[in-house]
Every structure is written in structure tokens, then in C-alpha cells.
């Protein structure tokens, strides 16, 4: 039973780092670089949830206004920054958005300041399946997740803008001959990668603390769960995300809480130098 308690919260944590790495492989399968900002838009999100949180009580709005912000401050991001340097290399959009990764990092710190701040949620009673522990709270950032997940699969794959932004990461130039306007569909990509983030940020500060350096703690485990489910394939970086944080949660007992987090070291290692590509994808782009 203890393992198979190890195995619930390993999906729980799994989901957080799920959709942390969606938001990676979206932008890299469009857009064509590695954004190293993500983290610390997850850290907005939790800000912006916290507040609302405090404000109203529900965890349900508190995973909206995660969405909103962080979705906002990844397109002001792209108009601002990344779409001047369109042209340029990957290394030079790399490091913007490592610069960008630590503006919004000085800038959470200085608005909330660095101290730990926690969500406030009510002690329930956990629900118990076969031994099997399982608190409310973790359902309802379950159902989050999911809801999130459900809608943007959702306009991946059943609306015009998912399949222009499918279109877009296959071939851009053949998708401009046919029509697709690529500005729309950037601005659909960081509404869409930030907004994701934003609500695994939610999740991250439910489940552990929000601060400035929250986020970027989280960057390692996302960029091993994009890289092992195939970067620019969404499925396959959900699916590695929630692999990745089993594997974390259950190594516990042998590793400890403080030498999991380099397990995603491990694994993204072992994956580059067996199956670059990844398992569930491959690199050209989402599918």
C-alpha cells in the first residue's frame, strides 16, 4: 500500500510537471526554440491563483486567473520580445527568454517579496480507496488539470486555429503558401502555452509553496518530460510528465526528497543518448 500511495501522488505531482512541459514542447514545436521563461511563468500563475484564492476561496477561480495571467504576460512577452527576434538563431531566443525567466523573477520578488507564502486551504478529511489516501484537494487540482488538458487537446485538434497551428509546425512556409497566417497562430501558441503553465503553477503552489524561485525549481523535470516524450508532440510530454513524477515519488524512499529532482537529470540524459528523438514523437514538430 505504502508504493501504491507513492504511485497517487507521483500522478499528482506528474501532472504538474505535464503541463509544464505541454507549454515547452508547444512553443519549441511552433516557434522553434526551447523557452526558458516557462518556469517562471508557472510562478506568476501561482501568484495570480494565490490572490484569487485569497480573495473568493475558490480553487476554481484561482485556476482561471492562473490561466489569464500567465496566458497575458506570455503574449506581451512574444509582441515584446520574442517576436522582434523571429529572425534570429535559437541561441539568441534562448537566451532571451532566459533574461525574460529572470525579469519576472526580480519582479515577483519585489512585488511579494521572497518569502514563502502557502495556500490556505481547510483540512478535509481524505477519502480512502483499499488503503489508499486520497485527499479532496488532490481530486479537485485533478480535475483542473484535466479540464485544462480536455480543452487544450481539445483546440489542438477540433478547431481551425489547432489545426493551423499543427499546420505552422509541420512546415511554415508551406502553411503561409496555403493560406495560414502565421501571426495568428503565434499569438494563439503563447495564449495558449502560457496558460497552461500558469495553471501548473496553480497546482505547484497548492501542492508545495509559492516564491519567486518556485518555478525555476520546476524547469529541469519539464524539460526531461519534453525531451522524453518527444519534443513538439503535447501527448507524449503529458504522458512523460506524469512517468517522470511517478518515478520521482516512488524513488523517495531510496533517494530522498532532496536527490529525486536529479533523477530528471538522469533520465533526460539516458534519453538523449538512446533515443534523441524521444519515445512518443518526433522532433519536426506537434502532431
Given at each position: 500500500m505504502f508504493f501504491a500511495q507513492l504511485l497517487v501522488n507521483g500522478l499528482v505531482q506528474g501532472l504538474v510537471i505535464g503541463l509544464a512541459a505541454l507549454s515547452i514542447t508547444l512553443v519549441f514545436g511552433?516557434?522553434?526554440?526551447?523557452?526558458a521563461a516557462t518556469g517562471d511563468v508557472m510562478t506568476l500563475g501561482g501568484y495570480s491563483a494565490l490572490a484569487a484564492y485569497k480573495a473568493t476561496g475558490s480553487m476554481a477561480l484561482g485556476g482561471v486567473a492562473a490561466f489569464g495571467a500567465a496566458a497575458v504576460a506570455s503574449l506581451l512577452a512574444y509582441l515584446a520580445i520574442f517576436r522582434q527576434l523571429a529572425d534570429r538563431s535559437v541561441v539568441a531566443l534562448l537566451v532571451a527568454s532566459i533574461g525574460l525567466a529572470f525579469l519576472i523573477r526580480a519582479g515577483l520578488g519585489v512585488a511579494f517579496g521572497h518569502g514563502q507564502q502557502v495556500f490556505m486551504a481547510p483540512l478535509s478529511r481524505p477519502y480512502v480507496w483499499g488503503g489508499v489516501r486520497v485527499t479532496p484537494l488532490d481530486l479537485q487540482l485533478a480535475?483542473?488539470?484535466?479540464?485544462?488538458?480536455?480543452?487544450?487537446?481539445?483546440?489542438?485538434?477540433?478547431?481551425?486555429?489547432?489545426?493551423?497551428?499543427?499546420?505552422?509546425?509541420?512546415?511554415r512556409d508551406l502553411a503561409r503558401i496555403s493560406g495560414v497566417r502565421p501571426g495568428r497562430v503565434m499569438v494563439a501558441l503563447w495564449l495558449l502555452?502560457?496558460?497552461?503553465?500558469?495553471?501548473?503553477?496553480?497546482?505547484l503552489g497548492v501542492k508545495t509553496i509559492v516564491s519567486p524561485e518556485s518555478g525555476w525549481?520546476?524547469?529541469?523535470?519539464?524539460?526531461?518530460?519534453a525531451?522524453?516524450?518527444?519534443?513538439?508532440?503535447?501527448?507524449?510530454?503529458?504522458?512523460?510528465?506524469?512517468?517522470?513524477?511517478?518515478?520521482?515519488?516512488?524513488?523517495?524512499?531510496?533517494?530522498?526528497?532532496?536527490?529525486k529532482i536529479a533523477l530528471a537529470f538522469v533520465i533526460m540524459l539516458a534519453v538523449l543518448l538512446v533515443r534523441p528523438r524521444g519515445l512518443f514523437g518526433r522532433v519536426e514538430g506537434a502532431r
Open positions: 511552433i516557434a522553434r526554440f526551447p523557452n480535475v483542473v488539470a484535466a479540464i485544462a488538458l480536455g480543452a487544450v487537446f481539445g483546440l489542438l485538434y477540433f478547431t481551425s486555429i489547432g489545426r493551423q497551428m499543427r499546420a505552422v509546425a509541420d512546415n502555452a502560457g496558460g497552461v503553465a500558469g495553471v501548473g503553477g496553480m497546482m525549481e520546476m524547469l529541469l523535470p519539464a524539460f526531461t518530460a525531451i522524453v516524450g518527444g519534443i513538439g508532440s503535447p501527448g507524449g510530454a503529458v504522458l512523460a510528465g506524469l512517468l517522470l513524477g511517478v518515478v520521482q515519488e516512488a524513488s523517495t524512499p531510496i533517494v530522498g526528497f532532496t536527490y
